[in-house]
């Protein structure tokens, strides 16, 4: 199995989208940027707790993205990424996906009542600088009960037709904006 075109575009895409200061490598700075807009968005103070939760939170992921790759650097390259994509996520079962989407779940679930509504997902999509313009057909393409909140099992097929699906309409490509699109 090798990856498609439209796979490597989405994974490359989904670099653009954690590469906050589009330097060309993930580092630190990129998943501090992500947490500090998310705890403005909410409007949590520079020294408030929920901004420490958040920021943890944003650092575990990183650091799991390092352990998973084996760095020893806290950086990584688009070719690495995409590299242990193919190798490790697209070719083996595992559980890679659904821990990814776990993750952005808790980070964007605000109220913890285990949903995202479209606030807490336009507020995901202004943290990662994405076009807002977007948000709202992502939203409801991932929605997909119509009930206007996104539920963990929601965001988990999004995140498996992201990474998995060959399909350019595949409505989880949408999950951070048009795939297709620049960041």
């Given at each position: 199995?090798?990856?498609?075109?439209?796979?490597?575009?989405?994974?490359?895409?989904?670099?653009?989208?954690?590469?906050?200061?589009?330097?060309?490598?993930?580092?630190?700075?990129?998943?501090?940027?992500?947490?500090?807009?998310?705890?403005?968005?909410?409007?949590?103070?520079?020294?408030?707790?929920?901004?420490?939760?958040?920021?943890?939170?944003?650092?575990?992921?990183?650091?799991?993205?390092?352990?998973?790759?084996?760095?020893?650097e806290a950086s990584l390259t688009m070719e690495?990424?995409?590299?242990?994509?193919?190798?490790?996520?697209?070719?083996?079962?595992?559980?890679?996906?659904?821990?990814?989407?776990?993750?952005?779940?808790?980070?964007?679930?605000?109220?913890?009542?285990?949903?995202?509504?479209?606030?807490?997902?336009?507020?995901?999509?202004?943290?990662?600088?994405?076009?807002?313009?977007?948000?709202?057909?992502?939203?409801?393409?991932?929605?997909?009960?119509?009930?206007?909140?996104?539920?963990?099992?929601?965001?988990?097929?999004?995140?498996?037709?992201?990474?998995?699906?060959?399909?350019?309409?595949?409505?989880?490509?949408?999950?951070?904006?048009?795939?297709?699109?620049?960041?």
């Open positions: 199995y090798a990856m498609t075109e439209i796979q490597e575009q989405k994974i490359a895409h989904f670099f653009r989208v954690l590469d906050r200061n589009d330097n060309g490598i993930l580092e630190e700075g990129d998943f501090t940027m992500v947490s500090d807009g998310l705890s403005d968005e909410m409007g949590h103070g520079k020294n408030s707790a929920a901004r420490l939760t958040l920021k943890v939170k944003s650092y575990d992921l990183f650091l799991q993205i390092l352990k998973d790759m084996g760095k020893h690495e990424w995409v590299e242990f994509f193919e190798k490790n996520v697209l070719l083996k079962s595992n559980n890679y996906i659904h821990q990814t989407s776990d993750y952005l779940f808790s980070l964007f679930d605000q109220d913890e009542n285990g949903y995202i509504n479209r606030k807490e997902y336009m507020d995901m999509f202004h943290a990662y600088g994405l076009y807002k313009a977007n948000s709202a057909k992502a939203f409801d393409l991932i929605d997909l009960d119509g009930d206007e909140q996104i539920s963990r099992q929601e965001l988990i097929k999004a995140f498996v037709e992201f990474f998995q699906s060959s399909d350019p309409e595949a409505a989880g490509n949408w999950i951070f904006g048009h795939w297709n699109e620049s960041v």
